[in-house]
T-cell receptor, first 110, second 114 residues
Framework: DAGITQSPRHKVTETGTPVTLRCHQT?????MYWYRQDPGHGLRLIHY???????DKGEVSDGYSVSRSKTEDFLLTLESATSSQTSVYFC?????????FGPGTRLTVT | GENVEQHPSTLSVQEGDSAVIKCTYS??????FPWYKQELGKGPQLIID?????GEKKDQRIAVTLNKTAKHFSLHITETQPEDSAVYFC?????????????FGAGTILRVKS
């Protein structure tokens, strides 16, 4: 997994609660991404980062925020989780053109 | 923005046969086309990619072809084996802005029957 870890790997939470997912990389990559994966949609980009404190929105950013205070960590926050945010979340890093993905976090919002 | 369509959604082949998965894209500025394989419970794994300056790339039993005029690209797997069974995703990117924002197809479930 290209030195990428994600935590937690599984989480069940209730509607309306805040949730933070963490992506950690050990190889000093500049670019990091958060995607969500849902049946019939492939992977869709939520937010990405091109350096410490430099982030931007992706295709499906509504309801999500991110932060990157250190090169190695990229955090995804659901301020108030909704059932539509039940999904599998993947973090990725970019090396030249190539993107490598972490193992994923399965989030269930009840 | 970019839109990627992938076909078929499911594909069953006999072990030893070839499998072909096709993708079309909408943005003529796209110049990078990777393919990912995803096994159950794991993250997508990059298996091959192609850039717009070449028409074909091969790596052992897998190959990718690109037709920029028609805006489509395909994954070819020869001599399929049971361990090729997985979900395959194509993607496209123009790589113009910060980083390399990929737009993915919906995926193809490949089943190789032994």
């Amino acid at each position: 997994d290209a030195g990428i870890t994600q935590s937690p790997r599984h989480k069940v939470t209730e509607t309306g609660t805040p949730v933070t997912l963490r992506c950690h990389q050990t190889e000093n990559h500049r670019y990091m991404y958060w995607y969500r994966q849902d049946p019939g949609h492939g992977l869709r980009l939520i937010h990405y980062s091109y350096g410490v404190k430099d982030t931007d929105k992706g295709e499906v950013s509504d309801g999500y925020s991110v932060s990157r205070s250190k090169t190695e960590d990229f955090l995804l926050t659901l301020e108030s989780a909704t059932s539509s945010q039940t999904s599998v979340y993947f973090c990725a890093i970019c090396e030249l053109y190539e993107q490598y993905f972490g193992p994923g976090t399965r989030l269930t919002v009840t | 923005g970019e839109n990627v369509e992938q076909h078929p959604s499911t594909l069953s082949v006999q072990e030893g046969d070839s499998a072909v998965i096709k993708c079309t894209y909408s943005d003529s500025a796209s110049n990078y086309f990777p393919w990912y394989k995803q096994e159950l419970g794991k993250g997508p794994q990059l298996i091959i990619d192609i850039r717009s300056n070449v028409g074909e790339k091969k790596d052992q039993r897998i190959a990718v072809t690109l037709n920029k005029t028609a805006k489509h690209f395909s994954l070819h797997i020869t001599e399929t084996q049971p361990e090729d069974s997985a979900v395959y995703f194509c993607a496209a990117s123009d790589n113009r802005e910060y980083g390399n924002k990929l737009v993915f197809g919906a995926g193809t479930i490949l089943r190789v029957k032994s």
